[in-house]
C-alpha cells in the first residue's frame, strides 16, 4: 500500500515537472518570436508610407474633405473600415509615424497567438503541450513579413485575428449560449464585415450558426423560464453582421483588373495553393509537396469532424458541428480566392500567390490542430500536433530566410534610395517621379507629390525636411 502510494507521488510529480517544462518551452518560444518582429520592427522599419499607406496622408494631414466617404471607399474588393479608422487614429496618436502600424500588426498577432496557447491549455485542463509552440510560430515567423511590417496590412491583420477569436469560442465552449461566449462570438461577427472581403467571407456560414443556435437556446429558455438577451443577441448580432454584408455591396464595383474564373480546375487549384499557403512563403518552392503536407492535415481533421457529428450526443455535437461548419467556411474562403485570382495569376504567368495570403491561410491549420484535440484518439492527437509543430519548426529557418530576403531586397533598398534622396534633399517632383514605382505604382507623380507635399506641411517624418521645386508652385 505504502508503495503504490510513493508511486502516485512519484508519477504526479513528474507530471508537473514535465508540464512545467513543456510551459517554460511554448512561453519561451513565444516571447522569442514576438521580441524577433518587434526587434525587426524597429531595425528595418521605416517612416515612409508604402502603397496604400499614401491613402492615409489626405486625412492624416486634415486634407480629407468627407472622412466617412474615405472611410467607406473601395481599394480592389475591399471596403476596409474599421483597419483605417484604427489605422488613421494610431497615426494621429503618434504624429503620423506610419511604423505604428507596424508595432499593431505584431502586437496583435502576438496577443492572439498568446489566446490560441491558453484555450489550448484549457482544453486540457490545465496541461501545456510542446506542440502547442505551433502557434507562436505560424503566427510570428519572419516569411509573414509583408504582414507584419506594413502598416497597410492591418486589414489582412484583424479580420485573421477575429476569426481566430470564433475558432476559440468555438472550441473553449461546449456552446454559444454562455454569455461569454455569446458577447465575444456576437462582437467578433460584426465586426468582420467591416473588414474588407477577408472578413466578409466568413460571415454568412457563422451568422447561419449564430442564428441557429440563438433560436435553439431560445426555445429552451422559454420552457425553463429562463433568461432570453443571449438568444437575443446571437440572433441580433448575426442579423446586424448580415444587415453590414449586405451594405457593403451597394454601390460596389468589381475592380476591372480582377477577372473572376470559371475553369474549375483552375479554381481548385488555387484555392489548394492558397491552403498550402498556410505553410509560409517557403511553399512558392514546392507546391505540390507543400498542398500535399496540407492536405495531409486537412482532409483527415475533417473526416474526424464529420464522424463527431454523426456520432456524439446533443451537447456535444453543437459544439462538433460549429467547429465543422467553421472548417468548412474556410474552405469556402479559399474556394472564392481561387475564383477572384486564378485568372489574375494566369495572366502574369506567375504560378506563387503573394505573401501577405500567408495570414490568411493559417486560420485553417490551426482549426485541424483544436479538432485533434477536442476528438483524436489519444495517441494519434498527440502524433498529428507534433507533426504540425515540426513542420512549423523544420520550415521556420526557410520562412525566415524568405522574409528577410523580401525585406532587404525588396522593402529595404528601395526604402533606403528614397531614404537617401530625402537627406540628400531631392525636390519635390524629382523625389515622385523618382521613387513612384516604388512607393506606390497606383499613382502618378503629380499625385504622389502632392501627398508629399502634404506630409511636408504638417512636418511629419522624414518629409518634413524635403525641397519643394520652385518651378512647381501648385504644390
Not at 474633405?65 to 503618434?94: C, F, M, Y
Not at 529557418?397 to 534622396?421: H, Q, S
Request: some cysteine; charged content about 15%; proline content about 4%.
Amino acid at each position: 500500500m505504502e508503495s503504490k502510494k510513493i508511486l502516485q507521488i512519484d508519477t504526479t510529480m513528474r507530471s508537473i515537472l514535465s508540464n512545467r517544462g513543456a510551459s517554460v518551452f511554448v512561453w519561451s518560444v513565444w516571447l522569442i518570436m514576438m521580441l524577433v518582429a518587434l526587434i525587426c520592427t524597429f531595425k528595418y522599419g521605416r517612416n515612409i508610407p508604402l502603397s496604400e499607406d499614401w491613402f492615409f496622408v489626405q486625412p492624416l494631414t486634415n486634407n480629407e474633405p468627407d472622412l466617412s466617404a474615405w472611410l467607406w471607399r473601395q481599394n480592389s474588393e475591399h471596403r476596409v473600415p474599421l483597419p483605417r479608422l484604427i489605422l488613421l487614429g494610431l497615426l494621429k496618436l503618434t504624429n503620423g509615424d506610419f511604423r505604428i502600424g507596424m508595432v499593431f500588426n505584431v502586437v496583435t498577432l502576438g496577443a492572439i497567438s498568446f489566446a490560441v496557447i491558453l484555450v489550448a491549455r484549457h482544453m486540457r485542463g490545465g496541461r501545456t503541450s510542446f506542440a502547442d509552440a505551433f502557434f507562436p510560430i505560424i503566427l510570428l515567423h519572419l516569411g509573414n513579413w509583408q504582414n507584419l511590417f506594413w502598416s497597410w496590412q492591418i486589414g489582412f491583420v484583424l479580420p485573421t485575428a477575429l476569426t481566430l477569436t470564433l475558432l476559440l469560442v468555438l472550441v473553449r465552449y461546449q456552446t454559444l449560449t454562455t454569455p461569454v461566449a455569446a458577447l465575444i462570438s456576437g462582437f467578433s461577427l460584426m465586426m468582420l464585415p467591416l473588414c474588407g472581403a477577408n472578413g466578409l467571407l466568413i460571415v454568412p456560414i457563422t451568422a447561419f450558426w449564430l442564428i441557429y443556435t440563438g433560436v435553439l437556446h431560445l426555445h429552451s429558455e422559454k420552457r425553463s423560464g429562463g433568461h432570453l438577451w443571449v438568444s437575443a443577441f446571437l440572433i441580433g448580432s448575426a442579423g446586424v453582421a448580415l444587415c453590414l454584408s449586405a451594405l457593403y455591396f451597394v454601390g460596389y464595383q468589381r475592380p476591372s483588373w480582377v477577372p473572376l474564373s470559371h475553369s474549375i480546375p483552375k479554381v481548385l487549384i488555387i484555392a489548394a495553393k492558397f491552403l498550402a499557403l498556410g505553410l509560409g512563403p517557403v511553399a512558392n518552392s514546392s507546391w505540390k509537396l507543400s498542398t500535399l503536407v496540407v492536405m495531409s492535415f486537412l482532409i483527415p481533421s475533417a473526416v474526424l469532424g464529420i464522424l463527431r457529428v454523426l456520432h456524439d450526443n446533443y451537447s456535444e455535437r453543437q459544439r462538433s458541428l460549429g467547429i465543422l461548419l467553421y472548417l468548412g467556411n474556410l474552405a469556402s474562403f479559399a474556394l472564392a480566392l481561387g475564383v477572384g485570382r486564378a485568372e489574375v495569376i494566369g495572366m502574369h504567368g506567375y504560378e506563387g500567390l503573394p505573401g501577405w495570403y500567408v495570414l490568411l491561410a493559417v486560420p485553417a491549420l490551426c482549426t485541424a490542430f483544436f479538432i485533434w484535440e477536442l476528438y483524436g484518439w489519444a495517441n494519434l492527437k498527440s502524433f498529428v500536433q507534433y507533426a504540425l509543430f515540426f513542420t512549423m519548426l523544420i520550415l521556420l529557418p526557410f520562412n525566415t530566410k524568405w522574409g528577410l530576403g523580401w525585406g532587404r531586397n525588396y522593402y529595404g533598398k528601395g526604402i533606403d534610395a528614397v531614404e537617401k534622396d530625402l537627406l540628400a534633399g531631392t525636390p519635390l517632383t524629382t523625389l515622385a517621379e523618382r521613387h513612384r514605382d516604388f512607393l506606390i505604382h497606383s499613382l502618378n507623380k503629380d499625385e504622389l507629390a502632392k501627398l508629399m507635399q502634404m506630409l511636408h506641411d504638417a512636418g511629419m517624418g522624414p518629409f518634413a525636411q524635403m525641397l519643394r521645386d520652385q518651378s512647381k508652385q501648385g504644390y
